[in-house]
């Protein structure tokens, strides 16, 4: 390996938590390895905080197997990626995604999904299936400040429960202050990547800390070079998380248990880093240099996509995946957040509550999509909330019966419900659906008809922070405050 530098001399506090069990200089030195509700809604929107935030006592589920023939599901997650960031959607300015746009044209676009307008809290609300409303999530939680309550159990607890291996790559940011907020401790099998909100591609520094994890330990084998030129490519995150993903596929393929893949990319989140080569690229057709740069975060992120189907197809398990390509919310544009993602024709961006901040890109293909609907839009809604679900019903279904259109979400709620503890908190009004009949073609209309897009609790003080309030009925929206602005 070329480009070997020094380790940083100062760890930030969060991260010596987060090390408890680990010496500090393991840790800061490492050796890389449509109807009358909308009154309803808007009281329940202004007056909800979350109250869960103490530890439930866990009491173990029934298991409820998957179905003999379970799709594997594969859920990648873009960070930041504007509306008008890809190709499918076909705007003045998109950056060319063949791979993306291979398993939009070969699947379901989602053309009226909607995800939180920040980070965590899109990423709380697909492993939870609750609303920022009933977790608690509504920021981005940094560093040792914020985890999301184990009174919940996730995703991965449910699919684990249903005969599924479990695996997350990439990004994490669900909670750091101790282990037990941490992958391996809310259900997954195995854990590569990093757990706070951003860090650096090359050198994978948060801060002066290096930060990157295999399982309980530090990732890779050499610290790299601050100088990012110097470093070697197969150290740019996208490729590094893309490798890992596929490693995780090809054990999986040697498995008789289905997979659940959560595959966070870092691309395309600022400090905007890429290989110069795929900056060059966009020489000819973008004038602005820093959307040149994003171009190629967004063209790494596309290739390493594509590997991944590639793989899939190698090792015969793409005719039995499900794969959801999503943003984790709208793209931070105009240099916000340092970066220049682009959500045209959309208003806002990310951290608002208009359109460009909540209408996320989306997507899904594969393995239970009945054949109408290949190659079609669903326009009516889908939210963040619903993944979890949709796909855990997906599972539980299987592939022939989902194909064939037969079962509705009725015939599947109790065996879902089953994989969780009994004393799980009740999901409420803002919660995710399972939104499956619609998103396969099975049904025509989606049974989401409402949503609360945010509900941000203002402080003691009253100081008016965060996200705001706002929610949507039908074609009805309100925008009560977006940010710290007041706006009807």
Known sequence: ??????????????????????????????????????????????????????????????????????????????????????????????IPTPNIDALANGGVILERYYVQPVCSPSRATFATGRHVIHTGVYDPMNGGSGDLSKNFSLWSDGFKAAGYTVHNVGKWHLGMSSWQFTPLERGFESYYGYLGGGETYWTHQEGSALAFWDDYEPALNSSCSSNADSCPVEYYSADVFTAQAQGVIEAASMQSKPLFLYLAYQSVHS??????????????????AP?????????????????????????????????????????????????????????????????????????????????????????????????????????????????????????????????????????????????????????????????????????????TDGNGEALRVGDLKIVIRSGGQVRT
């Open 1 to 94: 390996m070329t480009g070997k530098g020094s380790c940083p001399r100062v760890c930030s506090l969060h991260n010596l938590k987060i090390a408890e069990e680990i010496s500090w200089r393991k840790f800061c030195c490492p050796v890389h390895g449509r109807g009358p509700r909308m009154a309803t809604l808007l009281v329940t929107l202004l007056a909800t905080e979350s109250t869960h935030s103490a530890f439930h006592t866990v009491e173990h589920p029934s298991t409820t197997p998957a179905a003999a023939d379970a799709p594997n599901i594969i859920f990648i997650v873009s960070d930041d990626l504007g509306y008008n960031d890809v190709s499918f959607h076909g705007g003045f300015g998109s």
């Open 271 to 288: 400090p905007d880093e890429a290989p110069q080569a795929l900056i060059d690229r966009f020489n000819s057709t973008m004038g602005f």
């Open 291 to 463: 959307r040149r740069t994003f171009g190629g975060m967004v063209t790494a992120l596309d290739l390493g996509i594509g590997e991944v189907v590639k793989t899939l197809k190698e090792t015969k398990m793409y005719d039995k995946t499900f794969i959801v390509f999503t943003t984790d919310n709208g793209g931070p544009a105009d240099g916000f957040n340092s970066n220049w993602a682009c959500n045209w024709p959309l208003r806002g961006m990310k951290r608002t509550l208009f359109e460009g901040g909540l209408r996320g890109v989306g997507l899904v293909h594969g393995a239970g999509l009945m054949q109408h609907a290949i190659g079609t839009t669903a326009a009516e809604f889908v939210h963040a909330t619903d993944w979890f679900h949709t796909l855990l019903r997906l599972a539980i279904q299987g592939v022939a019966k989902s194909a064939a259109g037969t079962g509705r979400a009725k015939d599947y709620a109790t065996q879902v419900r089953a994989l969780f503890p009994s004393n799980e908190p009740k999901f409420e009004l803002g919660d995710g659906m399972d939104v499956w009949d619609y998103l396969s073609g099975a049904m025509s209309e989606s049974p989401r008809l409402e949503m609360i897009h945010e509900a941000h609790p203002q402080t003691a003080e009253g100081k």
